[in-house]
């Protein structure tokens, strides 16, 4: 995977940091994909008047 070898002791370190950079990229995509989702919940939610949602909820499922 790695082009280069690694110095001895520091595949440890290597790892650590490959974990940590997937990590992050997990949270970025979860944070963009999850807030999208909700967000457009919630704008469809507010075009109805409260009454509604209750109604509205049963029919969508």
């Known amino acids: 995977m790695v082009?280069?070898?690694l110095p001895a002791g520091a595949e440890?370190?290597?790892s650590i940091m490959?974990?940590?950079l997937a990590t992050?990229?997990?949270a970025v995509v979860n944070?963009?994909?999850g807030s999208s989702a909700g967000s457009k919940e919630k704008?469809?939610?507010m075009a109805y008047p409260a009454s509604e949602i209750k109604n509205l909820k049963?029919?969508?499922e």
């Open 12 to 14: 440890t370190e290597f």
């Open 3 to 5: 082009a280069k070898k």
């Open 18 to 20: 490959l974990g940590a």
């Open 24 to 26: 992050m990229t997990a």
């Open 31 to 33: 944070y963009f994909f």
């Open 58 to 60: 049963h029919h969508d």
């Open 43 to 45: 704008t469809r939610l």
